[in-house]
């Protein structure tokens, strides 16, 4: 039996404080492809009130199909305005691991132990 | 653990979503008591859904093991398996679970590592010099006087030891 932890992801949570123009998110995972990629986009972290309250703002993690992100490896980029600062507060990930998950191009396969129904 | 009872074997469940085909065969110890492929099956390519196996029924073993391959590039997520067994000689089938990893249904929160912003405030004094609440001595610049006494000389002209010739001019 030969497999990796692969964890599939289902949205991602910021709060931030961002009064001067909006900033932005990414997220990278290393699958499909075995590298870092940004999976979803650049996405918008809009501007806050000028009091410096803050927001929170979720993203789903999807991809074209609608189905959830998956990797070995993740992490969020968050950038703030060209214009201005932003205050990165806290951030969540909704994540679950594939119990089997098998790579044909990594030759993985999955295989019991040899078992006895118990009798 | 070996056990004298002998299974037949008739089904294979396997709760799984695939990106190509994949191969799944089914191992036993008899006949001739050593591990060996009995059943090879194709695995199609499909989206999760629990994908039945029918085996010949002529299946048997002490022991059994399942394989799972994908073929080429394909993906296969294996959620769950199980097997339909009688033991032998009674005429009783039931399900066996294939262990599996579990794939949990429920999502879990991972928070980033986001340094926290404290809800408190916290002082930050600023550098300015503290004013100490004593009181502190500080001496006048008055010289001081001195403990001692010191000879001052009058200013008497001293009598000369020997005397002083002076020079009287006289009218010529």
């Not at chain 1, 910021?14 to 997220?27: H, M, N, Q, V």
């Not at chain 2, 695995?43 to 029924?57: C, D, S």
Request: aromatic share 8%; proline share 12%.
């Amino acid at each position: 039996m030969a497999f990796r932890k692969v964890a599939q992801f289902k949205e991602i949570s910021i709060e931030y404080i961002s009064p001067d123009a909006a900033g932005s998110l990414r997220f990278f995972t290393d699958l499909p492809g075995n590298h870092l990629a940004t999976r979803i986009g650049t996405k918008v972290l809009t501007a806050t009130n000028a009091d410096k309250t803050p927001n929170t703002i979720t993203f789903p993690l999807v991809d074209g199909n609608g189905a959830p992100l998956e990797g070995t490896l993740y992490y969020p980029r968050v950038d703030p305005p060209v214009t201005g600062a932003l205050q990165l507060r806290s951030g969540v990930v909704w994540v679950r691991p594939i119990g089997v998950y098998l790579d044909g191009t990594l030759g993985e396969f999955f295989e019991t132990l040899p078992i006895s129904i118990g009798v | 653990m070996g056990f004298e009872r002998v299974a037949i074997f008739g089904l294979i469940d396997a709760d799984l979503e695939s990106t190509s085909t994949g191969t799944l065969t089914l191992s036993t110890d008899l006949p001739g008591n050593a591990m060996a492929v009995r059943e090879t099956k194709t695995i199609p390519a499909t989206g999760r859904r629990v994908v039945r196996f029918r085996l010949l029924g002529t299946t048997k073993g002490h022991l059994y093991k399942l394989k799972i391959v994908p073929t080429g590039s394909g993906v296969i997520r294996l959620y769950g398996a199980r097997i339909w067994a009688r033991v032998l000689p009674g005429n009783a089938w039931a399900w066996y679970v294939v262990p599996v990893p579990p794939t949990p249904e429920e999502w879990t929160a991972q928070p980033l590592p986001i340094p926290r912003t404290p809800e408190e405030w916290t002082a930050a004094r600023l550098p300015i010099p503290e004013t100490p609440e004593q009181w502190t001595a500080q001496p006048l610049p008055i010289p001081p006087t001195s403990e001692e006494w010191k000879p001052e000389p009058l200013p008497i002209k001293p009598t000369p030891a020997n005397p002083e010739w002076v020079n009287i001019e006289v009218d010529s």
